[in-house]
């Protein structure tokens, strides 16, 4: 079974700019959840995404958003890069059903360098 | 909200050695999950706890929850130089679907 993709690897974009990033989860996993990785603030939830509905937000601005599509797949979405956004952005994806709390599966993550 | 720290932060360690990584956790979660990662690359999951007591091995590691006392613990037996990677505790909430709670990651450095 072929894991969770995510697109692009890495970008390069300067402040002002806005960048989308894209997750394939694994097939039959309904379940997406974003991450932000960077040295400083360690792993910070996103947000998460079941059956096209955003189900938990964390503490992040509204520069920040996200979608799902029918099949699953989700983008998320930064607006005004700001030097401070560059990390790593890590999707999840789990077979949790409406209420459940399922394993997450990791993709390889998207480093963005916002310069 | 859920708070998680892990300690210590960083570990040497010779193979051969055993030792324990400690994760600390402010409020009971539903779940406590294990997870590694290799520099550069993403998070493997390693266990799953679900109820006070659980106790989960593989290979040289082994995790462990104790609901009670807010802990869970991952100890290396005999570590060997591919145990090298930062390793992760996490907490999460049914209620909360998908968000999960990671603690600051402990950097494990095995050395010959």
């Known amino acids: 079974k072929a894991g969770v993709t995510q697109t692009p690897r890495y970008l390069i974009k300067t402040r002002g700019q806005q960048v989308t990033l894209s997750c394939s989860p694994i097939s039959g996993h309904r379940s997406v959840s974003w991450y932000q990785q960077t040295p400083g603030q360690g792993l910070q939830f996103l947000f998460e995404?079941?059956?096209?509905?955003?189900?938990n937000k964390g503490n992040f601005p509204g520069r920040f958003s996200g979608r799902q599509f029918s099949n699953s797949r989700s983008e998320m979405n930064v607006s005004t890069l700001e030097l401070g956004d560059s990390a790593l952005y890590l999707c999840?994806?789990?077979?949790?059903?409406?209420?459940?709390?399922?394993?997450?599966?990791f993709g390889p993550g998207t480093r963005l360098l916002v310069l | 909200e859920l708070k998680v720290e892990q300690n210590p932060l960083f570990l040497s360690m010779q193979e051969g050695k055993n030792y324990t990584i400690y994760c600390n956790y402010s409020?009971?979660?539903?779940?406590l999950y294990w997870y590694r990662q290799d520099p550069g690359k993403s998070l493997e999951s390693l266990f799953v706890?679900?109820?006070?007591?659980a106790v989960k091995q593989e290979g040289r590691l082994m995790a462990s929850l104790d609901t009670k006392a807010r802990l869970s613990t991952l100890h290396i037996t005999a570590a060997v130089h591919d145990l090298s990677a930062t390793y992760f505790c996490?907490?999460?909430?049914?209620?909360?679907?998908?968000?999960?709670?990671f603690g600051q990651g402990t950097e494990l450095s095995v050395k010959p």
């Open positions: 999840a994806s789990s077979l949790a059903g409406r209420g459940g709390l399922g394993t997450q599966y």
């Open positions: 995404y079941f059956s096209e509905t955003q189900r």
């Open positions: 706890l679900l109820s006070n007591g």
């Open positions: 409020t009971t979660s539903d779940r």
């Open positions: 996490a907490g999460g909430f049914y209620n909360q679907g998908g968000k999960l709670i």
